[in-house]
């Protein structure tokens, strides 16, 4: 997961490479120079801006063999690997609905708000404090609220 230390080093390195910019334009440069330079700092852009607006919300379902169903809703940065890390269990998760909603401060926030407003239905006995028994009409409510967020 991407963090604050890695946004924070990535702000200071467009910085410094503006800075690296500003000097070299006051100087005697090669045009190559300054290519390199802008082509640098254009990808180092790129990258912050993508680090720093990045926050998915998910909502997965595992259905297991005996008719029972655990919920979970969680907060990433990538989509991909978290459903990597998770299909751990005997039965496969099903991704009910997946939005990015711009940030991961945003997307725990709205995480620790769901998983409120879901606390009766927490399975208590699991090793993951995250997993939720829900009814059918509580799973359709969910994903709508999830899907109204993209």
């Given at each position: 997961?991407?963090?604050?230390?890695?946004?924070?080093?990535c702000r200071e390195?467009?910085?410094e490479?503006?800075?690296?910019i500003?000097?070299?334009?006051?100087?005697?440069?090669?045009?190559?120079d300054s290519?390199?330079?802008d082509a640098?700092l254009?990808l180092l852009?790129s990258?912050?801006?993508?680090?720093?607006t990045?926050g998915c919300?998910?909502?997965?379902?595992?259905?297991?063999p005996?008719g029972?169903a655990w919920?979970?809703?969680?907060?990433?940065t990538?989509?991909?690997?978290?459903?990597?890390?998770?299909?751990?269990?005997p039965v496969a998760?099903?991704t009910?609905a997946?939005?990015?909603v711009?940030?991961?401060?945003r997307?725990?926030?709205?995480?620790?708000?769901?998983h409120?407003a879901m606390?009766s239905q927490?399975i208590t006995?699991?090793?993951n404090?995250?997993l939720f028994?829900l009814?059918?009409?509580?799973?359709g409510?969910v994903?709508?609220?999830?899907k109204?967020?993209?």
């Amino acid at each position: 997961m991407v963090g604050m230390p890695m946004i924070n080093r990535c702000r200071e390195r467009q910085i410094e490479l503006r800075r690296r910019i500003r000097k070299l334009e006051d100087q005697d440069r090669s045009s190559d120079d300054s290519r390199v330079d802008d082509a640098l700092l254009n990808l180092l852009n790129s990258v912050c801006a993508s680090v720093s607006t990045v926050g998915c919300i998910y909502f997965k379902r595992w259905s297991m063999p005996d008719g029972t169903a655990w919920y979970k809703v969680g907060a990433t940065t990538n989509p991909r690997r978290r459903d990597a890390e998770q299909n751990v269990l005997p039965v496969a998760a099903e991704t009910l609905a997946c939005v990015d909603v711009g940030s991961m401060d945003r997307a725990r926030a709205l995480e620790a708000a769901i998983h409120g407003a879901m606390d009766s239905q927490r399975i208590t006995d699991a090793n993951n404090r995250e997993l939720f028994h829900l009814t059918e009409e509580q799973e359709g409510a969910v994903m709508e609220a999830i899907k109204a967020l993209g």
